[in-house]
């Protein structure tokens, strides 16, 4: 799954923690303009939470969705 962290209504956050709620082996990426320290210092996202800055580029994208999807699972957090 592939989530921005700040959007209208529902964050990423939320959303992602519903959707492993149903499916407990997804794998979540989360995007953002903001930088991982900012995000990470400011509370709003735990280290070690896959995460893709923006602007990325498509190259960019698959090489963190490859390297995701070659890792082992990890054990499921709720995002």
């Given amino acids: 799954m592939i989530t921005d962290i700040v959007m209208p209504d ?3 956050i939320e959303l992602a923690r519903r959707v492993v709620e149903a499916f407990a ?3 979540v990426l989360y995007i953002s303009g ?4 900012a ?3 400011h509370g709003i996202l735990q280290e070690g ?3 893709l800055q923006k602007p990325f580029t498509a190259t960019d994208l698959l090489q963190k ?4 999807l070659e890792a082992p699972p990890e054990p499921a957090s709720g995002a």
Avoid: F, K, P
């Fill in 25 to 27: 082996a997804i794998r």
């Fill in 65 to 68: 969705v490859s390297g995701m």
């Fill in 34 to 37: 903001y930088t991982e320290d």
């Fill in 49 to 51: 939470v896959e995460l």
């Fill in 10 to 12: 529902l964050n990423g």
């Fill in 39 to 41: 995000i990470v210092h």
